[in-house]
């Protein structure tokens, strides 16, 4: 048996999928929360049973030590040599690292020197490949980064029009995020329209509590919405996406606030959907409280569609045409009626759903005969990503 570990730390969790290859088959999954907190919580699905373990664990270490002791207590593995493979979801690889790399001593330092860029995912990140790496000392481990497939970005739209030197001295440019999605969602895209990828214009719409949209042309990333962090963009959960800056010093006079960073976090934490409507960041409930007539959940509803619209607008502006809209992650995947709205809008371009089509959660070609732009609708599969390139790497 050959079993590949997908593998994505936060900075106080870590989820993990254990994936049979090349089979694609999810063995068992599940995750660890609440690290370094109080009351952490171990949770194993295996073979239809849910296990649970809690116990106070006091760091990333401990986190995947208990991890491998419920996978032997459940009888999951026999011996650490079943597993050949492992995948690790790094936030930020900065604009060097261009392609899912095998982790070496050296690549764990790299990304720890990019921990200005992500200080809440990378230095966790870095912590459990080098437990991975001590653990199973023989499996091909990988670091698959959210930036990877960002890289690609011209100038032009990597730069933020700000003194140059910044750039150059600070690294400030576009990173964008959820790469590892965007790229996979675009392949699939290109294999459901049985055309070569590198002969579409695609626009990827990352929807999930972190949202992002991304232009793909020719198979590459030329430009995504999330910035020089995942703050920028559309109007996601909890985060504001693009705001005029000036905001910050005339808010933080106004709330008393004397360090940025509490701005900063609300911008990320209490903004967004969940700012708008003060109901919640969870579309479902926004769009059950829209629907009993909340004013405020309509408006913020309203603002969610507008900022996606404008986003892929710019996108056939920029490209110069689409072939392709593709609809992926929690709210992308499951919401027709978002989907439908976001359509509707657009629909001057051509653009059109086929609204018996667009009725699904599942993988399908949702445009009507007659649009001119294909629209997709693709479930993301991040967990698979990460071990097909461990695969491609070993
Ligand atoms: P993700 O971050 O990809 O897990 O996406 C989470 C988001 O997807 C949350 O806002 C959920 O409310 C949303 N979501 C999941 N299922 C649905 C659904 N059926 N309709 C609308 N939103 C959904």
Known sequence: MSLTFAINAGSSSLKFQLIEMPEEKVIAKGLVERIGID???LELEYNGETYEVREDIPNHERAVELLFEQLQEHNVIDNYDDITGVGHRVV????DIKDSTLVTEELIE??????????????????VMRVFKDKLPKATMVAVFDTSFHTSLPAENYLYSIPTEYYEEYGVRKYGAHGTSHKYVAERAAEMLDRPLEELKLITCHLGNGASITAVENGQSVDTSM???????????TRSGDIDVSILP????????????????????????LGLSGVSSD???VEGAANEGNERAILALDIYVNRIQKY????????????????????????????????????????ELDSKA?????????????????????????????????????
């Open 39 to 41: 009351h952490s919580l």
């Open 92 to 95: 930020n690889g900065g604009e």
């Open 110 to 127: 790299r990304v720890e020197e990019l921990s200005e860029l992500a200080p809440l995912h990378n230095p966790p990140q870095a912590q």
């Open 227 to 237: 910035g020089f962090t995942p703050l920028a963009g559309i109007t996601m959960g």
């Open 250 to 273: 005339y808010l933080m006079e106004k709330l008393n606030l004397t360090d940025v960073s509490d701005m900063i976090d609300i911008l990320n934490k209490q903004s967004g959907v």
């Open 283 to 285: 579309m479902r409930d």
């Open 312 to 351: 892929i607008g710019q996108y056939i502006a920029t490209m110069n045409g689409v072939d392709g809209i593709v609809f992926t992650a929690g709210v992308g995947e499951n919401s027709a009626y978002m989907r439908d709205r976001i359509i509707k809008g657009i629909s001057w371009f051509g653009i």
């Open 358 to 394: 667009n009725d699904t959660r599942e993988e399908a070609i949702i445009s009507s005969k007659d649009s001119k732009v294909a629209v997709l609708n693709i479930p993301t599969n991040e967990e698979i990503a990460i071990a097909r390139d461990v695969e491609r790497l070993k």
